[in-house]
């Protein structure tokens, strides 16, 4: 361990996606870019008697590449979406975990709900066959945190190793206070990310009686259900899967010649304290962890150019993150460019932060913003300059905000490298 050290810098040297959009860095980004929908009609139950029919599920995926075989057939998708992503951003950083350092190699790495499929499952078998015939690992396999104990086992990281949940949240602490296990020294470098499996019927119909899910504009396709920020926006779609952030002390990156994304540069975390569904209002929850996050190192507001917002595509939600944003960086909003990815993946619910950080260091490394798709309609509540085709810019700072049920919000902002 050493000392604490809240001006070390850390850095982004690995990344990895399972994703509606794809399941590599690459395909991921090249969908992204060209505004490529991973939203269709659910496959995983019949939907014949529900009005909301779209999802964004994850396709052609093999977890058995992944991770022991056995392993995988006790686990779920949830699991096995975060050690694919996990590994990828490992192989991505070219950093090799060895005898040598495995105990300074942390996972923070989290889920919003965890493997609630066993759970279903086995409450099924328990049901029509008895207790005996309950599986004896499906509890060890369906915790929240049991992701970040199988990554740990199959990547040898055994040092500081936590889950931490937020529902709609969880991606972007993990990743935040990912980078903050580096600076206070616990580990040279960090596996950070989320996951999830949502698509669920029970979860699929809880979210409809909720009233929360959106449908396609009349006479459309289904690919146009998630429009964020749309005057026509009228609910979210779920959607699954995982991304990873290879994280680690700029110092030790430099020594060994790693190909740097970005900085991780600010994170600020705050609590409504109003409702467990509906956001406080203004968004000052949001708000508050916006700003926390540029004051932590003093990251200049009318330098944003890019923020990943939360942007789910329902009709308050979407307004109070807009107000949000106007009270964070008053009149400089204009100036940003908003980038809405969940309108191609659905929402990935504890998934959802992580895989949007990929995207925001994504953008920043390519200098690239992608489309926010199904945006036709601007709506005047909300006044953001969203960005509806693939854009070439200067990104020197870029913010990934996001909100959960419950309350809880958090940001995390990423900065251009440039070798100083």
């Not at 694919?84 to 709900?113: C, H, L, M, P, Y």
Request: hydrophobic share 40%; charged share 25%; glycine share 12%.
């Amino acid at each position: 361990m050493r000392k604490p050290d809240y001006d070390r810098r850390v850095v982004v040297t690995g990344l990895g996606v399972v994703s509606p959009v794809g399941n590599d860095k690459q395909t991921a980004w090249d969908h992204l870019v060209r505004g490529v929908s991973g939203l269709g009609e659910i496959t995983r139950f019949d939907v014949s008697r529900y009005e909301q029919k779209a999802a964004g599920e994850v396709k052609d995926f093999d977890p058995k590449q992944w991770m022991d075989a056995k392993a995988a057939r006790r686990g779920e998708s949830s699991m096995h979406f975060g050690v694919a992503a996990a590994k990828q951003a490992i192989a991505d950083s070219g950093f090799e975990i060895s005898d040598e350092n495995r105990t300074e190699v942390g996972v923070v790495f989290g889920s919003g709900a965890g493997g609630q499929q066993l759970m279903i499952d086995n409450w099924t078998v328990l049901r029509e066959k008895g207790p005996d015939r309950v599986a004896p690992t499906f509890i060890a396999n369906g915790l929240v945190d049991s992701t970040s104990g199988m990554i740990a086992i199959e990547t040898g990281a055994i040092g500081h190793n936590v889950c931490m949940v937020s529902a709609c949240a969880t991606g972007t602490h993990n990743v935040a206070e990912g980078a903050e296990v580096i600076r206070r020294g616990d580990c040279i470098a960090v596996i950070s990310g989320s996951t999830e499996a949502p698509l669920l019927e029970v979860a699929h119909a809880g979210f409809g009686n909720m009233r929360g899910l959106g449908n396609p504009r009349p006479g459309e396709s289904i690919e146009t259900v998630s429009r964020p920020f749309d005057l026509t926006r009228d609910g979210f779609v779920l959607g699954e899967g995982s991304g990873s952030l290879f994280l680690e002390d700029l110092e030790l990156a430099k020594a060994r010649g790693a190909h740097i994304y970005a900085e991780v540069v600010g994170y600020g975390s705050a609590a409504d304290g109003w409702d467990m569904i509906q956001p406080v209002e203004h968004g000052a929850g949001s708000s508050r962890a916006m700003k926390m996050a540029l004051d932590r190192r003093g990251v200049p507001a009318d330098e944003m150019d890019l923020i990943n917002p939360h942007g789910t595509s329902t009709p308050l939600g979407d307004k109070r993150e807009a107000e949000a944003i106007w009270d964070v960086f008053g009149e400089h909003t204009p100036e940003i460019a908003i980038s809405a990815t969940k309108s191609m993946t659905g929402h990935m619910m504890g998934a959802a932060g992580a895989f949007e950080a990929f995207a925001t260091v994504m953008s920043i490394a390519e200098q690239c913003i992608p489309p926010t798709i199904n945006y036709r309609e601007p709506d005047p509540e909300c006044n953001l300059w969203v960005v509806t085709e693939a854009t070439s810019r200067r990104i020197r700072y870029a913010l990934s905000n996001n909100i959960g049920l419950g309350g809880h919000n958090g940001a995390v902002i990423f900065k251009r490298y440039d070798g100083d």
